[in-house]
């Protein structure tokens, strides 16, 4: 395939914006290569600045569940933009769309919308500190939740007490308040809980995580996490940004059957355009400004446009549940067309899958962590991304992203991907 335009685009953005993207991963920094530009996208498919059609296994990284330029989301958006887009005062689309929101998802009373994931998640944080009183945050390795300062930590020397700042610019003050356990594992959050008692306001996880490749929690671990929590007091945060209305409707806590206190959205929730959100039960939520004393504020949050495309998505998912089967359907094909092409070509490989999230893990280790998910070998994910992406399939250009299928796609494009991959699979060694 030819990039000329978008290599020619990609030059005069670096020289106006840093690194020529507004968000690292499309820079394609873990992959190598140029970037791809967008010039217009359908269903299933993208249509790069050169001419090339691109099977879209990311969807915006996951909002677009339904495939692009969703009729329904499309005419709702235009139809608001005629009577105004923004005017900071209270309008009723607001309402619909978290009464909505609140009947699809269990154990949440109320809904504050904000403009991102990173801001639901920073939100959801300060929300579980005012409530329970304690400064402490427990996150795990490997997961993500935007990128405000508390997150972006790493496991520091002394990591039972306090973890370091993984970018320059975090304080060391910041860090001192995220401490680092290990996903899969109970005994590393109970060390921490042990060492810290008292002191901790929230856990925060990625109850399916999605951002060092997709993996799942055992059963005990998850129920386990839960049950200490409400033993320590401590509230368990679901970061349900990208599972969210995309496993099911009641998301993550309906599929593993768990009660998180707070839980925050993103993605799916403003149907590709900027809307995130967190909620909880009542007592909670009651912390919240201006009913409780709380502060969290957005000029722009709850906006018009965002809430239409929103509401649209969440009504066609709720009127459809169907389309969580026929996806879950999807993956599991593709990922089963995968594993028999690797199979026969002798890669070694791990597949992780649940719902519409899967990735391929070029290891022999079984991946259920951090540590494990970055033994994957790059240089082999390397090739197959390029690979794959020379016969027209766009897959994440990262090894430690989750694809995200989105219903536009036909059987007759995973059979495509699955035989572009047989084409490639004899230089994966
Ligand atoms: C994408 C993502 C975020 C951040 O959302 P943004 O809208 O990019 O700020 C947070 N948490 C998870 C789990 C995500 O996947």
């Known amino acids: 395939m030819i990039y000329k335009r978008s290599s020619a685009l990609f030059e005069e953005a670096q020289q106006f914006i840093p690194g020529g993207v507004n968000s690292p991963v499309r820079a394609f920094k873990a992959v190598g290569g140029t970037p791809i530009f967008v010039k217009e996208a359908k269903g299933a498919y993208l249509y790069d600045e050169d001419g090339n059609r691109l099977i879209d296994y990311i969807a915006s990284w996951g909002p677009l569940i339904l495939g692009h330029a969703y009729e329904p989301v499309i005419n709702a958006v235009i139809e608001k933009a005629k009577k105004g887009t923004s005017f900071g005062m209270p309008t009723e689309i607001e309402t619909q769309l978290a009464k909505l929101a609140v009947s699809m998802v269990p154990n949440i009373d109320k809904i504050r919308f904000v403009n991102s994931g990173t801001e639901a998640c920073m939100s959801a944080v300060r929300l579980a500190r005012g409530y329970t009183g304690k400064d402490k945050i427990i996150k795990f390795a490997g997961c993500y939740h935007g990128h405000s300062d508390s997150f972006l930590i790493q496991a520091g020397s002394g990591a039972v007490t306090f973890g370091s700042p993984n970018s320059p610019g975090v304080t060391q003050g910041t860090a001192k308040d995220t401490l680092l356990a290990e996903y899969n594992d109970l005994e590393s959050v109970k060390a921490l809980t042990t060492a810290n008692k008292e002191e901790i306001a929230a856990v925060i996880i990625e109850p399916i995580a999605g951002n060092m490749g997709c993996i799942i929690p055992s059963d005990s671990f998850i129920k386990g996490l839960r049950e200490l929590c409400t033993q320590e007091g401590i509230l368990l945060i679901f970061d349900e940004v990208m599972t969210g209305f995309r496993l099911g409707k009641g998301g993550a806590q309906e599929v593993l059957g768990i009660d998180a206190d707070i839980v925050t959205f993103g993605k799916v929730i403003g149907g590709g355009l900027p809307v995130g959100a967190f909620a909880a039960r009542n007592e909670i939520m009651a912390y919240l400004a201006p009913e409780g004393p709380v502060y969290q504020a957005g000029t722009l949050s709850g906006n018009p446009l965002a809430m239409s495309a929103g509401l649209a998505m969440l009504t066609e998912l709720n009127e459809h549940p169907e389309v969580f089967e026929s996806l879950a359907k999807k993956t599991e094909y593709l990922?089963?067309?995968?594993?028999?092409?690797?199979?026969?070509?002798?890669?070694?490989?791990?597949?992780?899958?649940?719902?519409?999230?899967?990735?391929?893990?070029?290891?022999d280790e079984p991946v259920v962590d951090f540590k494990s998910s970055v033994k994957?070998?790059?240089?082999?994910?390397?090739?197959?991304?390029?690979?794959?992406?020379?016969?027209?399939?766009?897959?994440?250009?990262?090894?430690?992203?989750?694809?995200?299928?989105?219903?536009?796609?036909?059987?007759?494009?995973?059979?495509?991907?699955?035989?572009?991959?047989?084409?490639?699979?004899?230089?994966?060694?």
């Open 335 to 363: 990922a089963k067309g995968i594993e028999k092409v690797l199979d026969k070509h002798g890669v070694v490989y791990q597949m992780n899958r649940l719902g519409s999230m899967m990735s391929v893990h070029f290891t």
């Open 376 to 429: 994957g070998n790059n240089d082999f994910f390397k090739k197959y991304f390029h690979g794959m992406l020379n016969h027209g399939v766009y897959l994440p250009p990262s090894a430690f992203e989750s694809y995200f299928l989105n219903d536009a796609l036909s059987y007759e494009d995973l059979d495509a991907t699955i035989l572009a991959l047989d084409k490639i699979a004899p230089t994966l060694k």
